[in-house]
């Protein structure tokens, strides 16, 4: 008895009279992708607006330079949020201990003179513990994380100002304060460009360009469609262009900022721990059906509370970026940082029921708020009307989102 194995499909190797047109074959893995592509596009359109808005002034290096420092601890905290919500939990409590890490550092280093190195390590393991003691409640008491985060955003709010005794802290260490404001340095010979970012750009592109085939091959190996070859070069070619322009924009000022490097990392290291492993499937399965996850295995206690415990972390590291960005420890700092980054969370393709959503969807919903915010401050739209442009966006995102359930569902 013999079988028979059907072999990996290229829309582009079908027989001429049933193969699909290139349109037809990008328009529907568009739609198959919508959730993924949509904010993508949108943010495109959005840089594209303000560029011509601000005659050229957004894309300039140096506020290109700033709008990544500036949106740094958002883009940071808006990684973990996403994976909260995508657990079918949420995190209030996150500007609050943005706020009162950052006070813990400013005395640490200012009043104690401890050095910057240490304390950094010290002020992220409050935020593992701050995080710890909300995920024990939530995973192990069954209190609901709406209620536990409401009230974490009012403990550790109080505590920043018993820290702080109402006052802000100043000034830190110039290590310190590279974080947030530092670039990596020059290195090599002199050229009109900075080396080192033009080696990380190219580091980018091949890293890129490999996970594209990598993911092409695979799906060809378990005999899923593909998009058609021509297509497939098309998406690889605008990829390693958006890179190269991006990469010789920075290098033409001083370079990388040391916090795109943290984020980078950050998203290369947590995209692939929600791609590839176990816990990172276990926290989708229980955001999608947690009595099935349950069923099936998945320890959902000691998920969620892990979930919490990085959120923690990532809120502590976005307050040491924040307060390294001001220079200061400030009762004030991580207002509404919370709402920031579960907006960005929705906008970048979150769902309000769990179980759906990327880490680089995150970095996109925060960098449409940082591109608008920058966009509109640039061409003098005040305050007020920027906020309700941003709610109308996130009202918008959100609606897209019951509109493709609808639509799948029928």
């Known amino acids: ?26 328009l529907q893995a568009l739609r198959g992708n919508m959730r993924q592509y949509g904010m993508l ?57 943005v706020a009162f890490v950052g006070a813990m550092s400013a005395v640490m280093m200012v009043k104690h003179d401890m050095p910057w ?14 995080g710890a003691w909300q995920g024990y409640f939530i995973a192990y008491v069954g209190i609901p994380s709406f209620i536990v985060t409401l009230a974490g955003m009012l403990l550790f709010r109080g505590l920043t100002q018993i820290v702080l005794e109402g006052q802000s802290i100043a000034p830190f260490p110039e290590g310190f304060q590279n974080i947030a404001k530092g670039f990596i340095p020059e290195m090599g010979p002199y050229t009109q460009y900075h080396n080192p970012t033009l080696l990380l750009g190219l580091a980018a592109v091949v890293f890129l360009l490999l996970r594209e085939w990598r993911d092409r091959r695979r799906q060809l190996a378990y005999g899923l469609d ?56 276990h926290v989708y399965a229980l955001g999608g059906n947690k009595a099935a996850a349950k069923l099936s295995g998945v320890k ?25 960005r001001l220079n ?5 700092a991580g207002l509404n940082f919370e709402l920031e980054a579960i907006a960005a969370s929705f906008i970048g393709g979150a769902s309000m029921s769990g179980g759906v959503g990327t880490v680089m ?19 003098g739209i005040g305050t007020d009307y920027q906020q309700v442009i ?17 639509k799948a569902g029928k």
Request: proline share 4%; with cysteine; net charge positive.
């Open 328 to 332: 200061a420890g400030t009762p004030q």
């Open 41 to 97: 596009i949108a943010l495109a359109f959005i840089i594209v607006l303000f560029q011509i808005w601000t005659d050229g002034t957004l894309l300039l290096p140096n506020n290109v330079s700033n709008l990544i420092q500036q949106n740094g601890y958002i883009l940071i905290l808006a990684m973990g949020m996403m994976i909260v919500i995508i657990a079918g939990h949420i995190d209030l409590s996150v500007g609050s201990v």
């Open 117 to 130: 190195v240490l304390a950094l390590v010290l002020s992220l393991l409050i935020g593992a513990v701050a």
């Open 390 to 406: 941003k709610g109308l966006v996130l009202l918008a995102a959100v609606g897209f989102d019951v509109w493709n359930k609808r």
């Open 226 to 281: 593909v998009v058609p070859t021509g297509i497939w070069v098309a998406k690889c070619t605008a990829i390693t262009a958006a890179v190269v322009a991006f990469t010789l924009t920075l290098a033409s000022f001083h370079g990388v900022p040391v916090v795109m490097l943290i984020t980078g990392g950050l998203l290369i290291g947590l995209g692939y721990v929600m791609r590839n492993a176990v816990i990172g499937r």
């Open 361 to 379: 969807g995150a970095v996109i919903g925060g960098l449409v708020l940082g591109v608008l915010n920058n966009g509109m401050s640039l061409v």
């Open 1 to 26: 008895m013999t079988t028979t194995t059907t072999p990996p499909r290229d829309a582009s190797a079908a027989p001429s009279g049933q193969r699909p047109s290139a349109g037809a074959v990008l």
């Open 300 to 324: 959902d206690k000691r998920v969620t509370f892990l979930v919490f415990v990085n959120m923690g972390v990532l809120a502590a590291l976005a307050g040491c970026v924040y307060a390294a």
